[in-house]
């Protein structure tokens, strides 16, 4: 069974920083390519950052290109969202998600992780 494990989130000042983790377990972590997606409050969900199906470059969502930082550690079945310059308008609840390479129609979730950027 896949488990995707988020930890990080929080509050944060508008201008400042924060890192998300992402732990991965139950899954051959090199069978899998990783994304971030976020939902905003009345809002649906949305893409934010994340590796193509095998590898090359990390695609990013226009709103957050400069600002965020998608990574991932093979030695660790861990992937990292750092998140800079922090604005309001990223307060949301941000989460993980898992595809299989050889079958992206298998996706898994991680739990959620609140963000909120608040003076």
């Known amino acids: 069974q896949v488990q995707l494990v988020e930890s990080g989130g929080g509050l944060a000042q508008p201008g400042g920083s924060l890192r998300l983790s992402c732990a991965v377990s139950?899954?051959?972590?090199?069978?899998?390519?990783m994304m971030w997606y976020r939902q905003a409050p009345g809002k649906e969900r949305e893409f934010v950052a994340g590796e193509l199906r095998f590898g090359g470059s990390t695609n990013y969502a226009d709103s957050v290109k400069g600002r965020f930082t998608f990574s991932r550690d093979n030695a660790k079945n861990t992937v990292y969202l750092q998140m800079n310059s922090l604005k309001p308008e990223d307060t949301a609840v941000y989460y993980c998600?898992?595809?299989?390479?050889?079958?992206?129609?298998?996706?898994?979730w991680g739990q959620g992780s609140q963000v909120t950027v608040s003076s």
């Open positions: 998600n898992a595809r299989d390479r050889r079958a992206p129609t298998n996706a898994y």
């Open positions: 139950g899954f051959t972590f090199s069978n899998l390519y």
